[in-house]
């Protein structure tokens, strides 16, 4: 496992990160401990989580976890704050989210969307206050465009206040958008990059078809809003160029779909997420079978920009 500084702060974390979506939304409390062992167990100390995940219920399995297991002081610990990012709702968000989390302080506190309808410097000044009180370490964002990040710098930097230190995108083989204006950005500025979704949330699998036919119990059938992202024929190509390489090399579609991802510049940490420790071990698996140069130009020669 390789540890990464997360932009310009003092914390390392692990190339590769536990995203903790699934935790009591897709896997009850005993399966979502089995997850975390076997991903503390590997070396993975980025935990990342949001209080919009099952409504808290994630928080609070992760916090259960790391009150039974005594690892807080191991564990990079993210979570986010979603929607009404007013001064009042953010602090009164972290507030909640320390007591799921059983915790005193969160190490990386991330907004989880824009908010168009609060002034941004309203939610930064929240953030920094967090940061004074020593209820947060260091601020982030996800799902940010390059433009509203480099905006965030701007007002953080003219005002004396806590600066984003890393940002959140979606990134896999099917959605490279942030490879146009966030990567550079966040090269430029040293703001760590923390992605996720490198599975396309499974539709790099191969266990979709153009057919439509949703197998019961996967993300596509438990959120279908998936289905509106992935479902274009861009992606059907990308996917079917990727099932044809792992044919092709007697290598299956997740580890090429990891590796490639894992493998990029520019990234510090890729979140999996995990409903079995299985899943868990093929995030290692593809990080170390890496990827070559000439795969890595042969896979990124299939392009899709899905916006």
């Known amino acids: 496992m390789e540890y990464r500084q997360l932009g310009k702060t003092d914390l390392q974390v692990s190339s590769i990160g536990l995203g903790c979506g699934t935790f009591s939304r897709e896997i009850d409390e005993a399966a979502s401990f089995t997850v975390m062992d076997r991903a503390f167990e590997r070396g993975i100390t980025l935990f990342d989580t949001a209080e919009d995940y099952n409504s808290g219920g994630s928080e609070t399995v992760v916090g259960r976890w790391l009150a039974d297991r005594g690892t807080r002081d191991e564990i990079v610990l993210a979570t986010k704050v979603r929607t009404n990012l007013t001064r009042k709702r953010v602090i009164a968000s972290a507030e909640a989210s320390l007591r799921r989390l059983q915790t005193e302080t969160i190490d990386l506190f991330q907004v989880h969307d824009w908010d168009g309808d609060v002034p941004l410097a309203e939610t930064l000044e929240a953030l920094n206050t967090l940061v004074e009180e020593g209820k947060v370490r260091h601020i982030g964002c996800s799902n940010y465009d390059a433009w509203q990040l480099c905006k965030a710098l701007w007002q953080a930097d003219v005002n004396g206040w806590t600066r984003m230190e890393s940002v959140q995108p979606p990134y896999s083989l099917v959605t490279r958008d942030i490879e146009r204006e966030m990567l550079p950005l966040c090269a ?97 698996e593809a990080e170390s079978m890496g990827i070559s140069d000439v795969l890595r130009d042969e896979l990124n020669n299939v392009v899709c920009y899905l916006i």
């Not at 040293?190 to 993300?219: M, N």
């Open 188 to 284: 430029d500025q040293a703001v760590g990059v923390i992605s996720y979704s490198p599975l396309g949330a499974g539709f790099l699998t191969g266990k979709y078809g153009r057919d439509g036919g949703i197998p019961h119990g996967t993300r596509f059938d438990i959120k279908p809003a998936h289905q509106d992202v992935y479902f274009h024929a861009e992606s059907w190509r990308v996917m079917e160029a990727l099932r044809a390489k792992s044919a092709e090399m007697g290598a299956s579609m997740v580890h090429l779909a990891l590796a490639w991802v894992t493998g990029q510049p520019g990234i510090t940490s890729v979140l999996a997420g995990a409903r079995h420790p299985n899943h868990v071990d093929q995030a290692f």
